[in-house]
């Protein structure tokens, strides 16, 4: 296995958030009308832990079922919210629950703004629609937090699209932090920090239990990646001026095709199928 230029300890603090976050999973909360509400637990609850659910019926939610949430998904039977519904959003704003809106029997071209909810969280559907699920899924994806892999643990129906979220994330996070280092090397420790906590949550969303000899396997996976950063230092040189942007896109690439080998590795089970396609793009 290549060095990897980060210290053993701050691996083994990856290893344990991964942990942590997989013992204190707070629950997507499910409220409003009932019918929406009843047909999406059964779809995201599909193959999971009903723990990772909670379902609430005939009745709003109250402070403290906010407080053991980690999101909103509200369903609303109308064209836009009452006065009953936005004292539930707000009371979700003032707990920092981000909360998703299901707004039954209203256009597409006619969603209103509501407040306490950002826009690209309101979904309409029309009267004898089905509900929009992957819109929703992608739209819980996006908005469960840090800790949403531990949610997609329990929630096979929501893995995929938390996956591709979190290698969104770390992708655009690595393309900036490629872009604005100029001291060469000095972004090697915190990009292969940022790709190990992008593979460890992937493998935490597939339930896979990060212990050593499973950390070091992954490791030499990583290893593997050092080649887009090695071609990123000969390109500022090479290239004055516009290096910084190639750099970045290195650094976002290469991030990216290691987080996309990943979930294909943890898809199919094997090593191979991780090692491989990263050697193949490096």
């Given at each position: 296995?290549?060095?990897?230029?980060?210290k053993p300890l701050a691996i083994l603090g990856i290893v344990r958030e991964v942990k942590a976050a997989a013992e204190n999973v707070r629950p997507i909360l499910l409220a409003g009308a009932e019918g929406p509400v009843r047909e999406l637990a059964e779809v995201l609850g599909e193959g999971g832990d009903e723990s990772a659910l909670r379902?609430?019926?005939?009745?709003?939610?109250?402070?403290?079922?906010l407080d053991e949430a980690s999101l909103l998904v509200y369903a609303i039977e109308g064209e836009t919210a009452s006065g009953h519904d936005e004292q539930v959003l707000r009371l979700a704003s003032r707990k920092r629950v981000p909360a998703l809106v299901i707004?039954?029997?209203c256009g597409a071209?006619?969603?209103?703004?509501?407040?306490?909810?950002?826009?690209?969280?309101v979904m309409a559907v029309r009267v004898g629609e089905l509900l929009?699920?992957?819109k929703?899924?992608?739209?819980?994806?996006?908005?469960?937090?840090?800790?949403?892999?531990a949610l997609a643990a329990?929630?096979?129906?929501?893995?995929?699209?938390?996956?591709?979220?979190?290698?969104?994330?770390?992708?655009?996070?690595?393309?900036i932090l490629g872009a604005v280092v100029f001291i060469p090397g000095a972004d090697l420790p915190a990009l292969t920090l940022n790709q190990m906590r992008m593979v460890f949550r992937i493998a935490g969303a597939y339930g896979a239990d990060i212990d050593r000899e499973r950390a070091i396997e992954l490791l030499g996976v990583l290893g593997a990646g050092l080649g887009f950063r090695a071609v990123a230092r000969e390109v500022v040189g090479v290239v004055p001026g516009l290096g910084w942007a190639i750099k970045g896109s290195i650094a976002y690439a290469g991030t990216r095709a290691l987080g996309?080998?990943?979930?294909r590795y943890f898809e199919a089970g094997g090593i191979g199928a991780i090692a491989g396609s990263v050697r193949s793009r490096s």
């Open positions: 296995m290549r060095t990897l230029p980060v379902e609430l019926r005939g009745r709003a939610p109250s402070a403290t079922d707004l039954i029997g071209e006619d969603v209103p703004d509501l407040p306490y909810v950002l826009a690209t969280d929009p699920v992957e929703i899924i992608e739209r819980i994806a996006a908005r469960a937090g840090d800790k949403s892999y329990k929630l096979p129906r929501i893995r995929k699209a938390v996956c591709e979220e979190i290698v969104k994330s770390f992708s655009k996070q690595n393309g996309e080998a990943a979930i």
